[in-house]
């Protein structure tokens, strides 16, 4: 590779001036390298992109900005859809929980309308949180106008996620996210009603 002999003279030249051992230079500098690796993951995990994720990566690695773009650069790489874009994998794990309880009131739902009085449906919450199961109710039309958009989902108030989606519609008993783009191909893959 072609930077390995720059950082072995770096490593060099550092024990010279530390009077340490050199090849202990290079092991603390490749374990840095490590650290500032892991960093921008995790950075890219949690949803940060463009310039904020340049900016908290500068300032928690303490590299220049070329620096931090390079190392950026490294770490991304183009998600299973041939996007450039990458996706999270925070990101895709909240939708999968959303999806997953979109699953669920699909089956509630057509149990319900079965029933002689079907106008009102009691579903679960189609929040990104797994580990919600709280209850809301909704008018059979307004599910069923609700599912002809696969990006949108009915979460009770207070349980947005506007990392990763926008509120589009308030009701009294329920609201309507819609999932960011990012996330756009992964719900819409995944809807029931295709």
């Not at 679960?124 to 002809?148: F, K, M, P």
Request: net charge negative.
């Amino acid at each position: 590779m072609e930077g390995k002999p720059d950082d072995r003279e770096l490593a060099t030249w550092l024990a010279a001036q530390a009077d340490t051992d050199a090849e202990q230079v290079a092991a603390e500098l490749e374990a840095g390298e490590r650290r500032r690796a892991f960093v921008i993951d995790e950075l890219v995990d949690a949803g940060f992109i463009g310039d904020t994720l340049l900016d908290f990566a500068m300032r928690l690695t303490g590299v220049t900005q070329a620096k931090a773009q390079a190392l950026i650069a490294a770490r991304l790489k183009p998600d299973e859809t041939g996007s450039s874009e990458t996706v999270p994998k925070r990101d895709k794990l909240l939708a999968a929980n959303e999806i997953l309880f979109r699953r669920v009131n699909e089956r509630l739902a057509s149990m319900d309308r079965s029933g002689p009085d079907s106008h009102e449906l009691e579903l679960v919450c189609e929040c990104s949180d797994r580990g919600c199961r709280n209850v809301l109710t909704i008018e059979a039309a307004e599910y069923e106008w609700l599912r002809q958009n696969p990006r949108r989902f009915a979460v009770l108030a207070g349980h947005e996620a506007p990392a990763v989606e926008d509120v589009v519609e308030r009701h009294h008993r329920f609201v309507i996210v819609e999932k960011h783009a990012e996330t756009h191909h992964q719900v819409e893959a995944a809807d029931p009603r295709p």
